[in-house]
C-alpha cells in the first residue's frame, strides 16, 4: 500500500487530537502515539508484519494488541490504533504522529524548532538561541539539536518551514556566488 498522503494523515491526527483535548490529555495520548509510531519506524519485523498483506487481519491484529500491552498503551489511543489498523491506514502513522504533533503544539501555543550546528553548543548558546527564536515566532520554541560537520562553524536553524542559515559553508556559498557573477 503506498503512503498515504498529508490530508489523510491530518484528518486522522485531528479527530484523535479532539478527542485529547475533550478528555484533557492532550500531551499524554500524543506520547502513546509517538512511542507507537517510532517502534513501527525503527522495527522491521513489526513494519514488516503489520503492513504486509501475506499476515492474516486476525494475525496483525493479535501482533498489534501485544505491542500496545507492552508498551501500556490502553483507551482511545489503543482503539484508535486498532482502528487505523483495520481499515489498513496504519502505515501512515508516523504522519499521523507527526500532523498531531503540530495539532499539540500549536494548542500549547509553542513550535518546534532544529538548531544544527557544526559541534555541540554549549548551554548558554543554545539558550539565547531559543530565546532569539522565540522572539521571531511569537511562540515558545522547543529545541532539539544535531551536529553536523560539514557546515565547518555557525549554525542552521529550522522553524517549521522557516530556515535561517548562518552557517560558514552558507557563507562559503554566498561568497562563491558573487565571485562567480
Do not use: C, W
Not at 96 to 102: D, G, L, S, T, V
Amino acid at each position: 500500500m503506498a503512503a498515504l498522503g498529508g490530508s489523510v494523515a491530518r484528518r486522522y491526527a485531528r479527530a484523535m487530537f479532539e478527542v485529547a483535548v475533550s478528555q484533557g490529555k492532550p500531551s499524554e495520548f500524543g506520547s502513546q502515539i509517538d512511542v507507537i509510531a517510532r517502534l513501527f519506524q525503527s522495527t522491521v519485523e513489526l513494519r514488516q508484519a503489520l503492513a504486509n498483506p501475506v499476515f492474516k487481519d486476525t494475525e496483525k491484529r493479535r501482533i498489534l494488541e501485544a505491542v500496545l500491552v507492552q508498551a501500556v498503551v490502553a483507551g482511545p489511543v489503543r482503539s484508535f490504533l486498532l482502528l487505523l489498523l483495520e481499515r489498513g491506514r496504519f502505515v501512515a502513522l508516523p504522519a499521523i504522529a507527526r500532523a498531531y504533533r503540530e495539532l499539540a503544539d500549536a494548542h500549547a501555543g509553542q513550535v518546534r524548532a532544529t538548531i544544527t550546528s557544526a559541534s555541540p553548543l554549549e548551554a548558554l548558546e543554545l539558550d539565547r538561541l531559543r530565546q532569539a527564536l522565540e522572539r521571531r515566532t511569537g511562540k515558545k520554541v522547543l529545541v532539539e539539536t544535531a551536529v553536523d560537520p560539514d557546515l565547518i562553524g555557525g549554525v542552521v536553524a529550522r522553524v517549521g518551514d522557516l530556515v535561517l542559515d548562518g552557517s560558514v559553508r552558507a557563507r562559503l556559498g554566498e561568497l562563491r556566488q558573487k565571485l562567480l557573477n
